[in-house]
């Protein structure tokens, strides 16, 4: 690719060590987006060439921080080889000296004032673990939302009978009263509990740099809902908070992910109204519920359900 601005020798060769990892059917691709990136923000801060400071401000624009151990290969060998030993090291952590952080997307974070609510909130989570992370914040969110009035169910999609979407596209070719062509709890039960809750909190775990397949199965059989010719349509007005967790402690790692379950339920009229992001779940028991040991946290995710009570209304 041809280069607008001159690089500084050092930048180019990290450059070509950086991007040897992908396979060659991508990797200009990857090369490109790192130039343009970075002589862009060359020029945009009057640098005479790109150094390695321009170099590694592009790489951390461009590179979702899930990517963040292949950056450290080039980057920083040391730091890789002790992110790799502490999580190996993780059941030897005591209680509460956990890495775990929660990034609350949503900016007012004054204590909000207790409403009475009548409101039923509706829980979806897809991780398999009771008790794990994903599942301990969703119970304070629902605490605060019992709290306050709402009327609050909670389901564990990995109990249910939750089949894959076939891709027949009967739900595209006229009105079912079933929604879904399927018969598993999903057309027996969960879609009228969609259409019966004025709130959601979907919460899942970060698997493979993505969201849970669970999760993924999970969102591929509401697409039906978008079906023109349906005669009963999610009603509108629908808030959410996502949950998500993850064991990696970079508290931005896959915060691409979350905004892709945000756009998604956008397209299905629902107006997600927070985010909770746990990062960093390393502990006993592969960090299974390790965010309970972390009180501080806990009582944010009982603010956030009290502020979600409050969007409700
Ligand atoms: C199959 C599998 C793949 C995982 N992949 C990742 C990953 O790519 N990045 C990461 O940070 N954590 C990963 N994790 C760790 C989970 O995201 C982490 O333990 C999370 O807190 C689980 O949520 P839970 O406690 O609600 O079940 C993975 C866990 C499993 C079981």
Sequence with gaps: MNRKYPWADDSEEVLIKLCAFFPEVIRERWVERIVLTAE???????????????????????????YDPLVLQIKDMDRLRAEMAAARAQEDLAPGSE??????????????????????????????????NTDVIIDELLR?????????????????????CTGCRACRKGDLPTICTIRDEMSAVVYDKLFAADGFIIGFPIYTARENGIMANFMDRWDCLLNPMLTRKMPA????????????????????VIEQIVILLKLHGIETVDVLAISGTRGKRHGRGVVKNHPDILKAAYRAGASFVQELG
């Design 237 to 256: 007005g629908k808030k959410a908070v996502v949950v998500c967790s993850w064991m990696w402690p970079n508290p931005h790692a896959y915060d691409h």
């Design 144 to 164: 605060a939302c019992a709290d306050s009035g709402c009327t609050t169910e909670k389901i564990y999609a990995a109990d249910l009978d939750l089949q894959p």
């Design 99 to 132: 890495p775990v952080q929660m990034v609350q997307w949503r900016h007012a974070l004054e204590i909000p004032a207790r409403v009475d609510s009548q409101a039923r909130v509706l829980a979806v989570t897809t991780s398999p673990r009771k008790g794990g």
């Design 40 to 66: 862009r923000i060359a020029a945009y801060n009057s640098r005479e060439r790109v150094d390695q400071d321009v170099f590694w401000q592009a790489v951390s624009e461009v590179f979702p921080g899930g």
